[in-house]
């Protein structure tokens, strides 16, 4: 998909919202049509087929989270939600319903940029493509055909367990994980209830990865929903 030709549909009620969506994207070569309400939403994503929807969480109508249970439903692009500050729960229930990432308002261009940015590379790839095996960030180099982890050129010795979580996190570079998504993918469907093997073994994990595991530039927390593998980690 072309960033300079993706269409996009913005399902938000709030008229500042709106004019800030238009002006930032717009200006970056996006087309933006913008629905109101849930349910006008739900029938122009059906009409036109965006690249992208965006939903906020608070419509006057249906609530977000019912759009986008209903979107899923047929839509496999990426969705991103507006979420208020302290909606944690909600931010969770979005993803878990199948959104790709949130952005919690009042946010800057250059984050939503950033997020679409992501989202769109990740519809773009395709699970076994010869460039996805390798991720290169930083100092950080993981080979995914090889199983193996190197920072600086040299190797870094994971157990099974640290490595299927960084593996995870970092084929969604840029994209938030649910601790819920994170504990399934790794330890399984019977381990979703059991957050703190996930405290456990992320300690662990960036104590071997990150040059100064208190303050991560890899991977990151995103407060009471999940991680992130950092999309472009600064220094
Ligand atoms: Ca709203």
């Known amino acids: 998909m072309n960033t300079l030709s993706a269409r996009l549909l913005a399902i938000e009620d709030d008229p500042q919202i709106q004019r800030f969506l238009l002006a930032a994207l717009e200006a970056h070569g996006y087309a933006l049509e913008i629905a109101t309400t849930g349910n ?31 979107l899923r439903e047929w839509y496999k692009r990426p969705i991103l939600v507006l979420s208020a500050r302290n909606r944690e729960s909600d931010k969770v229930a979005a993803l878990d319903l199948g959104a790709d990432d949130y952005l919690t308002k009042p946010f800057g261009i250059g984050e939503l940029l950033a997020r679409l940015r992501v989202a769109q590379r990740h519809l773009a790839e395709r699970p076994g493509d010869a460039a996805g095996s390798r991720i290169e960030i930083g100092a950080l180099v993981i080979d995914l055909a090889a199983h193996r982890v190197r920072r600086d050129g040299v190797d870094i010795h994971l157990t099974p367990i640290e490595y299927r979580l960084l593996a995870a996190l970092a084929q969604h570079r840029g994209k938030v994980l649910t601790h819920r998504q994170l504990l399934r993918d790794v330890w399984g469907a019977n381990h979703v209830e059991s957050p703190h093997y996930l405290r456990i073994y992320m300690r662990a994990l960036r104590h071997k990865i990150e040059a100064e595991p208190t303050r991560p530039r890899y991977l990151l927390t995103e407060v009471g929903v999940g991680y992130r593998f950092a999309d472009a980690p600064d220094g």
């Open 40 to 70: 006008e939403g739900l029938r122009l994503a059906a009409l036109h087929q965006p690249d992208v929807v965006i939903v906020d969480l608070g419509l006057p109508d249906i609530s977000g989270l019912d759009v986008i249970g209903r």
